[in-house]
């Protein structure tokens, strides 16, 4: 059974940093490509971030030299290590498996205010 758990959101000052975890259980991260979505309120949820089975990874353009997508295979778990954060950047956001259909975990929320 395929599980994808969030952790690692919160509220932080703009230019600040989070490190956001995707905890996967059911199949193996380094078997597949894993994604991290944002949805902002009234937005259509986008792609931020994206590595594939090999390895390699791709960012939306909106976040690319400040976000860094990884994982760990020993630990089976997506990373989405977010700096120089921005107000623009707040969302719930969301680690994705897109296989035979798509599998979402619940989200976690990013603030980022003054």
């Known amino acids: 059974q395929v599980q994808l758990v969030e952790s690692g959101g919160g509220l932080v000052q703009p230019g600040g940093s989070l490190r956001l975890s995707c905890a996967a259980s059911?199949?193996?991260?380094?078997?597949?490509?894993m994604n991290w979505y944002r949805q902002a309120p009234g937005k259509q949820r986008e792609l931020v971030a994206r590595?594939?089975?090999?390895?390699?990874?791709n960012y939306a353009d909106s976040v690319k030299g400040r976000f860094t997508i990884s994982r760990d295979n020993a630990k089976n778990t997506v990373y989405l290590q977010m700096n120089n954060l921005k107000p623009e950047d707040a969302a719930v956001y969301y680690c994705?498996?897109?296989?035979?259909?798509?599998?979402w975990g619940q989200g976690t929320q990013v603030t980022v205010s003054s």
């Open positions: 059911g199949f193996s991260v380094s078997a597949n490509a």
């Open positions: 590595i594939s089975r090999l390895g390699s990874t």
């Open positions: 994705n498996l897109a296989a035979n259909r798509d599998y």
